[in-house]
């Protein structure tokens, strides 16, 4: 399958400063993709280079047939963006909000973003000057996702909501998933991410350090261990990770199915076993150990 976004060697250099690179991603249409890393990981750098804000230094990117940098304007009306800060008119009313957002894309339907706006339960009666920073949120998701576009990218798109808003916007990300739609979903909440998202890539520094299919993650394992001595070298087949989190616990990682697993286990002088999936949070501290990231 033809990619609907690509990056090849993706580079991106301020004086000093690389913030983002040599990154080649791939994404499949009718994916949503998480994009995880704290800040200052080369997320937004990535994302700004996706719409042709930035000028990459060293090479390309593509939307569909596009390139981002020479064809920006196409690649930008076949896209939908929610910036991590937006910025409304707060002298408009959210229905004027939705209204102005509209007429900017020829066909796009007011009624789309009316309907979101709905199940947001968001009143459009109310200008933006007196709206919380949660109802702007929503305004904005309204706006956004009621485009039309093969390729929508989120940044935080769930930040300042309430729990009954941010499993509605999920709903509402997995239905342009549904209809086809490519959704780049950058996010600090892994619980999110690892709901609904099909792959996810971190950035450490500007670099793409990990891809993984959420498919693939749900699969693999953590098991606590706490034994009556020393833990025998595993069979190299089993491909675990051992760490030692505390005295006298040991924390094997399997990246594969657990049942081959269990035949040696049973051979080990075991006290206590605790196994549990190995959840993105796991894979996320890997690359940023100590990062700040929302459970």
């Known amino acids: 399958m033809i990619p609907l976004v690509e990056t090849t060697e993706l580079t991106k250099i301020y004086d000093s400063v690389t913030a983002l690179q040599r990154c080649s991603l791939a994404i499949a249409p009718g994916q949503i993709v998480g994009l995880l ?40 009306q076949l896209t939908a963006y929610l910036p991590a ?7 408009l009313s959210g229905r004027e909000v ?18 979101i706006a709905e199940r947001l339960g968001l009143d459009l009666r109310r200008t933006v ?12 998701l309204a706006a956004v996702l009621g485009y039309d576009t093969p390729l929508v990218i989120l940044d935080e798109p769930t930040a300042s909501l309430d729990p009954t808003a941010r499993s509605e916007v999920l709903k509402l990300v997995r239905e342009a998933r549904d209809e ?64 030692q989190p505390e005295p006298g616990v040991v924390q094997l990682d399997t990246p594969a199915e657990l049942a081959p697993l269990l035949g040696w286990l049973a051979t080990l002088p075991l006290e206590d ?11 996320y501290e890997r690359f940023h150990p100590g990062a700040s990231a929302v459970e």
Not at 47 to 76: F, H, Q
Not at 85 to 91: F, G, P, Q
């Open 273 to 283: 076993i605790r196994i549990e999936p190995l959840r993105l949070q796991a894979v």
């Open 37 to 76: 890393g704290p800040n200052g990981s080369g997320k937004t750098t990535l994302i700004r280079l996706l719409l042709g804000y930035l000028k990459p230094t060293i090479g390309s990117a593509r939307v569909g047939p596009y390139d981002c940098e020479r064809a920006s304007v196409a690649v930008r």
């Open 180 to 243: 086809g739609r490519t959704v780049l979903f950058s996010s600090h909440v892994l619980s999110e991410v690892e709901e609904i998202c099909d792959r996810v890539a971190v950035l450490r520094f500007g670099e793409l350090v990990h891809e993984q299919s959420v498919h693939e993650l749900r699969q693999q394992h953590r098991l606590r261990l706490r034994l009556r001595g020393s833990l025998p070298t595993p069979p190299a087949q089993y491909e675990l990770t051992v760490t």
């Open 98 to 115: 939705l209204q102005f957002f509209a007429q900017l894309r020829p066909g796009t339907k007011l009624a789309r973003s009316l309907r």
């Open 85 to 91: 800060e937006t910025r409304l008119s707060r002298r």
């Open 129 to 140: 000057s007196l709206m919380s920073t949660g109802m702007r949120q929503k305004t904005a």
